[in-house]
């Protein structure tokens, strides 16, 4: 069981759209998804009602509606046969609840809205996913997407200079489209819909695919081959010492450390 966790603190960054599409796509390729929506606003779950008996079945866990008759982990305990979860954080979420979210997440997907205002938050929610929830960057376990983009405006090509400065895969890059509006009113997923119509967004998504079947703990498909610091450092020896040991790790967190910085730095650079 896959476990997909789609988080930025701020506000409409598109978590839901990338959620709930992301789950339509995984139904309508015969795999047997939960859809957990955490988000008060509960948007995932009002799509998740919208879908019919026909369509490929997302099972639905409302989880910011609490039920007081089962415990919590009864409530979030997916159902027998589940192949993936897909799970909509909700907005504002503080730095010391990253941990808890991201822990047991194969992947984690960080959505991003061309803007200075949103460009400014995503380094801040990067940095926390680094040096909070302790996320590895050599992991595979965390890919940005820049989202509801167009290409050919100013704002996009900022967007992407400092997506690129991060030093974590750009998985997808997904178009401004009345689609993702028309998926969001019916209940429906892209993939669900007239492959005509939305031919172009399909193609936007095959990265994304591609990069979410790549194992967690594999190093992403462009660094194939690259070894760390800390790695080198680590087998500096067939038998580190714990001193070696212990220097590795301090390489790490300064590299962990110095990513964080330059998001914050590249953030603050694109905005002036």
């Known amino acids: 069981m896959q476990r997909i966790v789609v988080v930025n603190p701020k506000g409409g960054s598109g978590k839901t759209t990338i959620a709930t599409n992301l789950a339509g796509y995984l139904a309508s390729r015969r795999q047997q998804p939960v859809l957990m929506?955490?988000?008060?606003?509960?948007?995932?779950?009002?799509?998740?009602?919208?879908?019919?008996?026909?369509q490929g079945k997302v099972h639905l866990i409302a989880a910011h509606e609490r039920d007081a008759r089962v415990t919590l982990s009864f409530q979030l305990h997916p159902p027998s046969g589940t192949t993936h979860v897909v799970v909509d954080t909700p907005a504002a979420i503080p730095a010391q609840?990253?941990?808890?979210?991201?822990?047991?997440?194969?992947?984690?997907?960080?959505p991003v809205l061309p803007s200075d205002i949103d460009i400014h938050a995503c380094s801040r929610c990067i940095r926390d996913l680094l040096l909070v929830a302790k996320v590895p960057r050599d992991q595979n376990r965390l890919g940005v997407i820049a989202n509801r983009?167009?290409?050919?405006?100013?704002?996009?090509?900022?967007l992407m200079r400092f997506l690129e400065s991060l030093?974590?895969?750009?998985?997808?890059?997904?178009?401004?489209?009345?689609?993702?509006?028309?998926?969001?009113?019916?209940?429906?997923?892209?993939?669900?819909m007239?492959?005509?119509?939305?031919?172009?967004?399909?193609?936007?998504?095959?990265?994304?695919?591609?990069?979410?079947?790549?194992?967690?703990?594999?190093?992403?498909?462009?660094?194939?081959?690259?070894?760390?610091?800390?790695?080198?450092?680590?087998?500096?020896?067939?038998?580190?010492?714990?001193?070696?040991?212990?220097?590795?790790?301090?390489v790490g967190t300064r590299e962990t450390e110095g990513a964080a910085a330059a998001a914050t730095a590249a953030a603050e650079a694109l905005m002036g």
């Open 149 to 158: 983009v167009r290409r050919n405006t100013l704002v996009y090509h900022s």
């Open 194 to 250: 007239a492959g005509g119509l939305v031919r172009e967004d399909l193609e936007a998504w095959e990265p994304l695919v591609q990069w979410l079947a790549q194992p967690a703990g594999a190093p992403p498909a462009a660094a194939t081959g690259a070894t760390s610091t800390a790695e080198t450092a680590a087998a500096t020896t067939a038998a580190p010492t714990s001193s070696a040991a212990a220097t590795a790790a301090d």
């Open 167 to 192: 030093g974590i895969p750009i998985v997808a890059t997904i178009r401004d489209s009345q689609n993702y509006v028309r998926a969001a009113e019916t209940g429906y997923g892209i993939h669900e």
């Open 37 to 54: 929506d955490f988000d008060p606003q509960g948007s995932s779950t009002r799509w998740a009602r919208k879908r019919h008996p026909t």
């Open 97 to 110: 609840e990253m941990p808890k979210l991201t822990r047991t997440a194969d992947k984690i997907l960080v």
